[in-house]
């Protein structure tokens, strides 16, 4: 099992940081920014597990790129980056930094899409996340200078110095992680380089750090000299360590250098003491950056690549057997609990599936809960993986024995002198046991070669290594069919920008579970209404900025003229500000002219109103004021006098029964009635239809009188229910015939007099008309042959006087019969 780890040494204040975006501007890429890559990629690159990355999915795997490129549109592989890294071709460094994040974040998302259920590879979406997370470290050491930049006064943190908050609370991680690591020889070499080059440059890590913090390292005076001696005492220390073959751990080292700063000097120098302990940090992180990535990595046998702290047998009860698994938690007592444990536990929980880490946290809660129980006997709760079968649950510390050998069967060992076990444990001595073993074997290999190889630079054949085609020199070599690839790449579109954005914001780990895909919608809508808001802000500016500008020129104007030109110049300014006047007066003058114009309007139109309802009031409140209805009413009363005047004209004739369209409304109104018994009717066999209930009864099919007596009885008391039926239906239909009459009387009566009001008023119109004309005597003699017309008009048609009403239904019956 791994070693425990030193508790925390130093806390950072987390403060609320900005969120970064494709928006903000980022200063051109320099060449020591382009060395710095190459030195990343060199680090990057010793990974064992780069082929699946190394070039495009459409050339490691062309029967995936018909699905591949549905769920993946934006593809990258760490060739195209080392390439383009080699032959300059980035912009600047967040380009760079979005490219491999997209290599990792097209993985996770292809392996987790639904579609790609069938090929997916859950490991390899821990392995993505592990790479994304040792390139993050690297970037932060390699990529970003010791000191952070100044804060503007008053103003709240940016994402650019929350990236260095980041850095520091990534540090402090790591150390608790690999503190108790032994470096190795090689490791060792690599430190002691970086210390000598920081004191020969005078306090500089890298180019990136511009300040020679520690002056002149061939003159050093006070605190400085002390701090250098101090320092090449530990570059010694760790030589001697390197000769003597003697262990040197992380947390020794660590120790040691803080000692060369902290002890007796720098004592009223604060600022620069802080400046000596970054760049010592940013050394130190250098060097322990893949030192945690080993640490950190999981086993090829665990279905999530897990990294696994021990090898041992494994049962889910006392009437289950023993199985071979890997450790992957540990919950243990306060007494037992070790730092490593929290780190481990967490690590490995977030490799598990969402589904699969929701359903393990509720056996989680309960081995808390037994640990809080627990007396006496304090028992630890271990999370571990069977072999085989890959599966995860809680198991207690008595169903677990520690010391793995795949040679030994603990369930036969077990079962030694008691014939009931014996003959159960041979149920167990079955393929799928053989091979999960055989999982265990391979597991615990594996675990010991990373525990053999804590810095990751141990290797038996570097040339071998090399040869894996994986490293930064061969990948930057030139590839024709990946750079044919690169070429069809399609240009950045919204949903490209969109997704950059998250990747800036989640530092390259875009989260595609539903809470995550909101966050992320929710992300975009609030960097489109910031994006927007500073358009508007940045337009409002302009607009200030030139008239700033134009008050500007008008004052230099004035300044750079001569004395001879300045009454001239004078005079000029004050022609356009009296013409801005006379410009100013006139459109005021057309905006009350429009004003007073509007009012004149609406003056009219409430004074037109007014002398309508005038007129409405004193004529008769039944005048018909448009000529529509005034054509309506003559029209109607024409056809009504028509009908009782002229016994020719006839109305609707009446459609025979057998013409009647059975599909039709009619038809479908006939039937309902047939069938009700309304209406008799023969049916298909030529035979009356019995629809009455007393022509059911069969009286002649009775024997004895007094059965024919009592049926002739049923069809009299039916009968008279019938007839009482229809008397009341007959009742009912002579009242709505009679109400029906009595409407149809008053609506003739109404459309007469609306007629006879119609033509009574447009003689008078005539009339008034004729008046107010000329007074020759044309023009009268037409006016009272017009009179005489329209009265010749309504009195022809009349049937008696104006007023006369319609009282006798029965003579427009009769004229108008059929």
Known sequence: SRKSIPPSLTSHVKRKPGIPSTDDIVPAITDVQYENAEA???EFCKVPFLAEFSRPVS???????TLYSKIIHHPMDLGHICRAIRRREYKNTREIQLDVWRVFSNCIKFHMHPNARDIAIPSFISIAVHLRDFFNSLWQEYMMPSDAPRRAPGKGISHVHSTFQKRAEARKERLLQVSSTVMTPKCLQKLAGALEFFISSGGKVDQLDRDAILGDPNNPKGDIATFIESLREVIKTIETNIENGQDYSVLELHRDLKKCYTEDVFEHEI?????ISQRLDRILGK???????VSCRGVNQSSIWGCMAAAIWARESKKKPYWPAIVLGILAPDDQKEDWHTSLTDRNEGRLPEKLRVDLKAAKRRAESGLKRQSSDLMSYFLVEFMGSHEFIWVKENDIIESF??????NVASAAGNITKRKRSNAFN???MTNAIEEGRWALEEFEIQLNNTCGDRSDDEDDFNDAGYTFDILCQSDDEADEMDGTVDEANESDIDERNELLASDGLLDFSIEGRKKAKARVLSLKKVKKERIVKEKERIVKEKEREKVKEKAKKVKASSKDDSKKLERQLELEERQEKRQQRELDSRRKKR??????????LDRKAKKKKISEKRGNPNEVHNKRGRAEAIAKGFLVRKCIKDASFKGASFQPTSSVEPSGLLGMALAFRSAAGEIPFIDNTGKPFLVNSWDKIDVDGALKSSERCKLLQEQIDLIGKEIIKVDAATELRLALTKDAEKARLAMLNSTIDADDQVRATFTKKKKKAAKKGSNTPDREKDASKDDHDVASTTTDDKPGSQNEPIDDVDEIDQSSEA
Do not use: F
């Not at 060097?287 to 990535?293: F, N, R």
């Not at 004003?595 to 009219?604: G, N, Q, S, V, W």
């Open 40 to 42: 990343i990629m060199t």
């Open 59 to 65: 050339l490691l795997h062309p029967e995936m790129v």
């Open 271 to 275: 600022l620069k003491k802080m400046k």
């Open 287 to 293: 060097t322990l950056a893949p030192i945690h990535e």
């Open 405 to 410: 050998d795949p040679e030994e069967d603990v």
């Open 430 to 432: 079955t393929k799928q």
């Open 595 to 604: 004003a007073r114009d509007h009012e004149k309007m609406l003056k009219e």
